[in-house]
């Protein structure tokens, strides 16, 4: 299921809980790692000097070296990659073989740079840290764009739980507005948990949109919560003919990011699942915002399913 995992690191704690989850994947699936490490860190912009560039970018390497020999003491399924960001192009060099490779596409960030070289390996599932070091670049905001764009799922951790993956993720909440992504990605999530025997609740929340004074009418409201319980109903028609039994939770009306990290952290949830797209600016905006938020403010791990990660196979 899970043959090739790809880990962005940068030596923060939470890309390490990230690579822990991935060597717990890798022994349950067989499945062979690639870490990433991006450097990326234009002087001109940030004003730093040439000298504490070079001191960054080799004690970044140094990290992602300590990591892959550590890691490949426990398994040896694993290679590394260092990139390095200049221009618009990037070159991603094995830190064993030595071996570098460069890839016919524009590259301007370390988002831009996970998610070309996630398109040139294919993996089948990419894990990322929900917050980095952080010293000149915001590292939620490359999180968030890798989940936008990547060709694959993502799965954000922020503190590594121990167990194996199987195990340990049991009760799994699902975002669901009745769309064709959430749609595709409640039947991706069956298709997952009927290997594992995970119990699903879909849950809806409708965005409080107070400033345009939209719920004013409380026959608006009643009919909102209507649709609410018919989009819902639509979750479980899916999942009876996926034949495959979910729960369902209606939100009423609120900020949904905060509705599901609070109703998922006071339920015990282990996972929380996001449909995520991008299909033009104006909804990167709100979709990056809305699954930020989430990654961000939880402390639970969060599976995205990008809009071309459900075209791949499990």
Excluded at 52 to 79: G, P, T, V
Excluded at 226 to 232: D, E, F, P, Y
Aim: hydrophobic share 40%; proline share 4%.
């Amino acid at each position: 299921m899970y043959k090739k995992l790809l880990v962005a690191y940068d030596g923060s704690l939470s890309s390490k809980s990230a690579l822990k989850e991935a060597l717990e994947i890798s022994a349950s699936f067989n499945s062979y790692i690639t870490l990433i490490s991006v450097f990326d860190l234009p002087t001109e912009i940030f004003g730093i000097s040439s000298l504490e560039s070079e001191r960054i970018e080799s004690e970044l390497f140094s990290m992602l070296l300590n990591a892959f020999e550590q890691s490949k003491e426990k398994n040896n399924k694993i290679n590394a990659f260092f990139a390095t960001i200049a221009g618009d192009s990037a070159t991603y060099t094995n830190i064993e073989s030595n071996e570098k490779i460069q890839i016919p596409k524009k590259v301007s960030s370390p988002d831009h740079a996970i998610v070309s070289f996630a398109e040139f390996l294919k993996p089948d599932l990419i894990l990322i840290g929900t917050k980095g070091y952080n010293r000149v670049i915001n590292v939620g905001s490359v999180t968030v764009g890798v989940i936008r764009d990547a060709p694959c799922d993502v799965l954000t951790i922020k503190n590594y739980k121990e167990g194996k993956f199987e195990e340990k993720y049991k009760n799994i909440l699902l975002a669901f507005d009745g769309s064709e992504t959430s749609v595709n990605a409640l039947k991706r999530t069956i298709s997952i948990a009927k290997r594992f025997k995970w119990d699903i609740t879909a849950i809806h929340v409708y965005p409080l949109l107070t400033e345009i004074n939209l719920f004013s009418s409380v026959h608006t409201k009643e009919v909102l919560l209507q649709t609410s319980k018919h989009i819902l109903e639509r979750a479980r028609e899916i999942a009876y003919k996926e034949n495959y039994p979910i729960y369902t939770h209606s939100g009423g009306f609120g900020d949904p990011a905060q509705y599901i990290v609070n109703y998922a952290t006071e339920e015990n949830y282990d996972l929380v699942v996001l449909g995520t797209q991008n299909p033009n600016t104006v909804k990167k905006v709100l979709i990056g915002s809305i699954a930020y938020r989430v990654i961000s403010e939880a402390d639970f791990p969060v599976y995205c399913i990008p809009i071309k990660s459900l075209k791949k196979a499990l």
